[in-house]
């Protein structure tokens, strides 16, 4: 898989990425990405971040978001329920 079949790539399509061996969580994700691992939709991740309630990233002309921020909303969503 080479560098622009890599920036496309679906996750679990992507080469390992991380630190340390057998690592293959990705640091920054893609609205989509993101999205799609909460089981949204990327309308209501936009939602979210003008709510205030996730904070995203710019990489150049690019949208990202943590996996920290990612798991951190979703563990206020656990301690709210």
């Given at each position: 898989m080479n560098e622009a079949d890599t920036a496309h790539a679906q996750p679990s399509e992507r080469p390992d990425i991380g630190v340390g061996p057998g690592t293959a969580r990705p640091i920054l994700l893609?609205?989509?990405?993101?999205?799609?691992?909460?089981?949204i939709g990327r309308t209501t991740l936009y939602e979210l971040i003008k709510g205030g309630e996730l904070t995203s990233i710019h990489?150049?002309?690019?949208?990202?978001?943590?996996?920290?921020?990612?798991?951190?909303?979703?563990?206020?969503?656990?301690?709210?329920?």
């Open positions: 893609s609205a989509l990405e993101a999205a799609h691992l909460l089981g990489v150049g002309r690019s949208v990202r978001f943590s996996m920290y921020e990612i798991e951190t909303y979703v563990q206020s969503l656990i301690q709210a329920a």
